[in-house]
Every structure is written in structure tokens, then in C-alpha cells.
């Protein structure tokens, strides 16, 4: 077991799908107050044909070219949702359904085209589904690394901003922020970080890795600067330890792993979180209960005394 | 004659298939408490956001200080429904009323020790200094707003609109809000409220403008408050009791 850590290609590993599970935790807490936890899963999904496409076009498989291939088609993704949504009666959940099974389809027929092409098939293209961070290399992890760092300092750095267009955009146009800019800005991340994301998780299980953490880190606290931190220290936990144990195994694929990891952190924070966790208000409840009864007690018992 | 502050030309608004404002055209002087009245869809709230550009406009202009809205907007104050956020959002307070002065701030720039101060004298000005670390999903609706008026009130604006303050908040809030909207008056500010309950206009606004899709009436409310004028904008089925029966109009919005 220690001799897997001691390999340098799996500090490496882990050291990026780790970046990767802060930088996904990050985004997911503005996903999240966006009331946009299915667009990632759509946009992730729509991904898969860009990836099959860029490969078929260059033959060969460098992760840079598959990313923008994948990035494209996320975003022509996000524009027919926006596009369908607005221009016609159907509403935003069943436009997101539509394009997020289309693509996905798409992204399937020409992978099975793909394989069949001569060297398609020993490609690793089907590890884009379920995700393999084994099968990445020196540099798809530097490219990885770059991408997520480059995410996670938008965020800060811009933190007040971000706040306040997530809270009240309206009055955040009022005092000269510019909403359009922003939604351009949240859309490049959210995209950058499901496309680095996807070799590592898949397509399938990338909005997990966005929206898991996020909802765990809202069990335990009442600001916002903190949820992110913990959803990224929750979305980094998850992205190392599922990944060190998918290492443990021959072939394991490394998207489920971390989801299990993810959904063990929100279970846990569902259970003993202190804010609204089911154990504090049973507890919080029992308490009142008490003081009720003993309250009622005192009454009558001074009422029989009279 | 004193120049108008406030500009409207021949505005026009609408949603979807629903043209909501038609040729408005209205101007207000500096130093007034305009009270914006008319039945529910007149476009009241239209109206603001179209001034403010946070809707579009299908025609016209407007001007502020002479001035289009991108180049006044650092000198004009919003206050939005309450129901226009979130408040289940994780934060308390004291951050929200710190948001109205981001502007200031400067943006990328984290807010100081003496903006944070600043934001809590506005929370007391709103008698909400106890609340300044209340995690704003545990406010009643009318300390809500209060919060609300004090994030506006840190802006230090010349122009003030805000979209029903009153609605559905208690007597004690309404107090509240109403000794501050007169004081901004009397420092010489310009307010335009959204406003709901015909009952009190006499009492809260020196000026008001009759809205339904286009201006009925605009004037001192001394001279246009009348039962014709209100009976206009809100239909001939309307009747105005507000002298024999108080509480008949009351609910009315």
C-alpha cells in the first residue's frame, strides 16, 4: 500500500485530482447558489462528443486538444439550453434533460465509431466515461494543475464580487458590476473545470464531484466565505482519497471512487452537521420537548397546590 | 423654475407579448417624496427597473442630473422587493448592509475595518444594530427590509428608489422606514417609493404619480390626491371610502 504512495506517478495523480476536487468544490458552492446543480451535470455530459471529435480529427490523444474539443461542446451545450429555454415554451430542467441525453448519445455513437478507426481502440477514449486518473501522464497532470489553480484564484480573488452577483445581481448592476461579464466569467470556469475534470471522473460523475461537496459543506456552517472553504477541503479530500484507493486495484476506475468518498463526507454531514444535521435537531427538539413538559408539569402541579 | 433632477421622455417597457409601459413622461425635483401608486400590473415596478436599466426600455429616455444612468449611477440608491433574493443565502446582516458600499470599495479590493463600521451605524440609523451578526434567514420580513434600507442608506446617494418598502412589514418597521425616507427629504435627497396602501399617501409623500401603463396624474399630493384622479387610474369600479371607512382600500395591491 505505501509502496503505491511512494510512486512519483501517483504522488502526481493525487496531487492533481486533489487540485481538481478544490477547484470543483469551489465552483460547485456558486453552482449551487445559482440553482444550477443539473446545468453542470448537463454541461458535463455535453462534453463527450467534443473529446471524440478533437480525437478523431488529430488521431492522436493530447489531453489539451481533447479539453478544448470538450470545452467547445460543453459550451455549444449551454448555448442550446439557453437558446431552447428562451426561445420557445419548453422550460429550462426539460431543455437541460434533452441536451444532456443528445450529447451524451452523440458522445457514445462516436466513440463506437472511434474504436473501431485504427488505433481508436487502444486509445483510452472510454475512460473519459467513468474516468481514469491512472491513465493520465506527466503532462495532462501539469495541464490539469494549471487549469484548476487558474479556477480556484478567479474565485478568490474576485471573492466580493462573486458574493454579491450570486446574492443580489440586480443590485450588483446597480453599483456598475457588470452581470453579463459574470455569468461569462462563471460560465468559462464552470466549463475549465468540468473539461480538466473529466478524464479523471468522467463525464457521468463530474457534477457529483460539483455538487457533493457544496451541499455537504452547507451542513456544518452560516457564511458563505466558509462554505466554499469547506467544500473545497471536502471536494480535495474526496478527490485524493478516491483516487488513492482506486490505485489500490488493477484497472479501478477512478469517478466512482471519489463519488463514494464525496457521498460518505455528506452523509456524515447530513447525519452530525451542526447546521440542521438530522442528529442536532432531533437533539435541539428532544430539548425543547423537555422544557415543554416540565414547564407543563410546574403548571399543573401549581395549580393543584391553589 | 428649478431645474428637474429626474427626466422621463416618452418611455415605453414590456414583457413578452405585454407592452406594460407606454409614453412616460414625468419629471421630478430635487428634494421630493414621490409616492408611485396604481393597480397591480400598472408597471410600477417596470418602471423603476426600467429607469435603472435593469430592464430594457423599447423607447425613450431618461436622465438623471441631466445625465444618462451609466455616467449618475454611483449617486442613485436601489432598494429592490425583499423578495428578490435569496434569503436563505449563508451570511448575516452586518455583510449584507457592507455590500452597498462595494462600490466605493473599489472592486478585487476586500472590505476594512472602517467599512465594516460604517455598514453597522447605517444597521443602527435602522434601530438593527442587535441583529448585525443575525444570520439574515433568521429576520422577520421587516427586518429584512430594514437591512435592506441601511445597505442602501451606506451608498451615500442623491437619488433613492425603492420598490414597496412597506409591504407586509409590521407597524414598528414601518416607523422605521418612514422617519428615514422624511429625513432623506430633509437633507435634501430625492425619493421615489412604490407604494401600495392608499391610505397613507396623504401622510407619507409630498408628491405622488399615478401609474397605470402610462402617468394618470403626477403633482404635489396636495393638488392631485383626488377621488377622480384615483378612480381613473384604478378603474371606474373603484371606490374610494378612504374618509368614511378606513380600511375598505386598505388591502388594495
Known amino acids: 500500500m505505501l509502496s503505491i504512495l511512494l510512486n512519483s506517478n501517483t504522488q502526481w495523480v493525487l496531487l492533481s485530482t486533489m487540485i481538481l476536487g478544490v477547484a470543483a468544490g469551489t465552483i460547485g458552492c456558486m453552482a449551487y447558489w445559482k440553482r444550477q446543480n443539473l446545468m453542470s451535470d448537463a454541461l458535463s455530459h455535453s462534453a463527450l462528443?467534443?473529446?471524440?471529435?478533437?480525437?478523431?480529427?488529430?488521431?492522436?490523444?493530447?489531453?489539451?486538444?481533447?479539453?478544448?474539443?470538450?470545452?467547445?461542446?460543453a459550451l455549444i451545450g449551454a448555448f442550446l439550453i439557453q437558446w431552447i429555454t428562451t426561445s420557445s415554451r419548453i422550460s429550462e430542467d426539460s431543455a437541460m434533460g434533452m441536451i444532456l441525453s443528445i450529447f451524451y448519445?452523440?458522445?457514445?455513437?462516436l466513440l463506437s465509431i472511434a474504436n473501431r478507426s485504427a488505433g481508436g481502440n487502444q486509445s483510452g477514449l472510454d475512460?473519459?466515461?467513468?474516468?481514469?486518473?491512472?491513465?493520465?501522464?506527466?503532462?495532462?497532470?501539469?495541464?490539469?494543475?494549471?487549469?484548476?489553480?487558474?479556477?480556484?484564484?478567479?474565485?478568490f480573488i474576485a471573492f466580493k464580487e462573486w458574493k454579491i452577483n450570486l446574492f443580489d445581481p440586480q443590485f450588483a448592476k446597480g453599483i456598475g458590476l457588470s452581470i453579463k461579464g459574470m455569468n461569462i466569467l462563471y460560465t468559462s470556469i464552470l466549463v475549465t473545470t468540468i473539461v480538466i475534470g473529466i478524464q479523471a471522473v468522467g463525464v457521468i460523475l463530474m457534477a457529483a464531484m460539483l455538487v457533493t461537496p457544496a451541499v455537504s459543506a452547507r451542513y456544518w456552517t452560516r457564511s458563505f466565505k466558509i462554505m466554499i472553504l469547506l467544500s473545497a477541503t471536502f471536494g480535495g479530500i474526496a478527490g485524493a482519497v478516491g483516487t488513492f484507493i482506486s490505485a489500490l486495484g488493477n484497472g479501478w476506475p477512478t469517478g466512482p471512487f471519489i463519488v463514494v468518498v464525496a457521498s460518505v463526507v455528506f452523509v456524515v454531514s447530513l447525519l452530525f452537521g451542526k447546521e440542521n444535521g438530522i442528529l442536532i435537531k432531533h437533539l435541539q427538539f428532544k430539548m425543547h420537548q423537555k422544557t415543554a413538559k416540565l414547564n407543563l408539569q410546574t403548571l399543573t402541579e401549581g395549580l393543584e397546590n391553589k | 423654475m428649478a431645474k428637474p433632477i429626474i427626466k422621463i421622455e416618452n418611455l415605453s417597457a414590456s414583457y413578452r407579448k405585454n407592452t406594460v409601459l407606454h409614453d412616460v413622461n414625468f419629471d421630478v425635483m430635487s428634494g421630493s417624496l414621490t409616492g408611485i401608486v396604481g393597480p397591480n400590473g400598472a408597471g410600477k415596478s417596470t418602471l423603476l427597473k426600467t429607469m435603472l436599466n435593469l430592464h430594457p426600455a423599447l423607447a425613450g429616455s431618461v436622465s438623471f442630473f441631466g445625465l444618462p444612468f451609466a455616467k449618475a449611477k454611483k449617486r442613485i440608491g436601489y432598494v429592490p422587493q425583499r423578495g428578490s433574493v435569496d434569503w436563505d443565502f449563508p451570511t448575516d446582516a452586518l455583510d449584507v448592509v457592507t455590500m452597498g458600499l462595494y462600490g466605493q470599495i473599489g472592486w478585487l479590493r476586500r472590505p476594512g475595518r472602517l467599512h465594516k463600521e460604517k455598514a453597522y451605524e447605517a444597521l443602527e440609523k435602522m434601530g438593527m444594530a442587535d441583529?448585525?451578526?443575525?444570520?439574515?434567514?433568521?429576520?422577520?420580513?421587516?427586518?429584512?427590509?430594514?437591512v435592506f434600507l441601511a445597505r442602501a442608506l451606506v451608498q451615500h446617494a442623491d437619488i433613492y428608489f425603492m420598490d414597496e418598502p412597506l409591504a407586509g412589514v409590521d407597524a414598528t418597521t414601518e416607523r422605521a422606514i418612514m422617519t428615514i425616507l422624511k429625513e432623506l427629504k430633509s437633507i435634501g435627497k430625492t425619493v421615489m417609493v412604490v407604494h401600495h396602501d392608499l391610505q397613507t399617501v396623504e401622510d407619507y409623500f409630498d408628491h405622488v404619480l399615478f401609474l397605470n401603463q402610462t402617468v394618470i396624474k403626477h403633482g404635489k399630493t396636495g393638488h392631485i390626491?383626488?377621488?377622480?384622479?384615483?378612480?381613473?387610474?384604478?378603474?371606474g369600479n373603484m371606490h374610494w371610502k378612504g374618509e368614511v371607512n378606513q380600511g375598505v382600500v386598505h388591502s388594495f395591491e
Open chain 1, 105 to 109: 448519445g452523440m458522445g457514445i455513437m
Open chain 2, 225 to 235: 390626491f383626488t377621488k377622480e384622479n384615483i378612480a381613473k387610474t384604478y378603474g
Open chain 1, 49 to 73: 462528443p467534443g473529446v471524440v471529435i478533437a480525437f478523431l480529427l488529430i488521431q492522436e490523444k493530447n489531453l489539451f486538444i481533447l479539453i478544448i474539443g470538450a470545452a467547445i461542446s
Open chain 1, 127 to 155: 475512460k473519459f466515461i467513468y474516468g481514469q486518473a491512472a491513465a493520465m501522464v506527466k503532462s495532462d497532470v501539469i495541464t490539469m494543475l494549471i487549469l484548476a489553480l487558474l479556477v480556484i484564484f478567479i474565485v
Open chain 2, 131 to 146: 441583529y448585525a451578526d443575525r444570520q439574515i434567514s433568521q429576520l422577520s420580513g421587516g427586518q429584512q427590509q430594514r
